[in-house]
């Protein structure tokens, strides 16, 4: 799982294993918070198991979604590139494991493999372009169909097949679904529950089963 990490894609296994020694291990249990928006970045992380969301907070006390990240996924390589404080609040959704580097230490890295400083640009700016896609949604897409996209993506990395179809264990709460979304709770609970009259899925307790996943691509469209 480390390896699939952008910081690592571009090592060769000696090369892995030894900035790897440099990194720090941390458990979390789900709702512990690594990091809070505002406070100052100075690691980057790698999540070995688990899951962490990004999220973020307004004045009036409401709470948007910016990502649910994965084993294999990395963040708070930002603030490498440019310092500043954090522009999100890390929470664990699930029992997570992570590793994480100082950026001093990461810097001192980078300059000799300079190989590594392209690999992580490149993975900022896939992130970059997925926030272009959100905000497109935002203005574009009704409700149901951004529910519809969310679902894929969230089968895409954290799905495996079962008998009936695809299981996607997301650890969220309705609630936070709907914030991933940007939607009220009621008006996200109204299309899973039209989904699943349809039979396009199933819902489980943090998880849903994806019962036909081509009518929910159409519907995302």
Do not use: C
């Not at 992570?98 to 992130?127: C, K, M, N, W, Y």
């Amino acid at each position: 799982m480390v390896r699939k990490a952008p910081l690592f894609a571009a090592l060769d296994d000696e090369a892995a294993q030894t900035l790897m020694g440099q990194m720090s291990h941390s458990r979390m249990e789900r709702g512990d918070i690594l990091f809070h928006e505002g406070d100052q970045g100075e690691r980057l992380y790698v999540i070995t198991e688990g899951k962490i969301k990004l999220g973020r907070t307004s004045t009036d006390g409401r709470e948007n979604l910016l990502a649910i990240l994965g084993p294999g996924e990395m963040f708070g390589e930002l603030s490498l590139f440019d310092p500043g404080p954090r522009t999100a609040t890390a929470t664990a959704v699930a029992e997570t494991q992570l590793i994480g580097l100082g950026h001093e230490s990461l810097r001192g890295f980078l300059q000799s493999r300079p190989d590594v400083a392209t690999t992580l640009l490149a993975a900022l700016a896939r992130r970059l372009r997925r926030t272009n896609e959100n905000l497109a949604d935002l203005v574009f897409t009704d409700v149901p169909g951004r529910v519809a996209k969310a679902l894929l993506d969230l089968s895409d990395r954290f799905g495996r097949p079962v008998e009936d179809g695809v299981l996607v264990a997301h650890d969220l709460t309705q609630e936070e679904l709907a914030q991933l979304v940007g939607a009220s709770r009621e008006t996200v609970n109204k299309a899973l529950a039209d989904f699943a009259t349809r039979g396009w899925l199933r819902l489980e307790a943090r998880a849903v089963l994806l019962l036909d996943v081509e009518r929910l691509k159409r519907r995302a469209r």
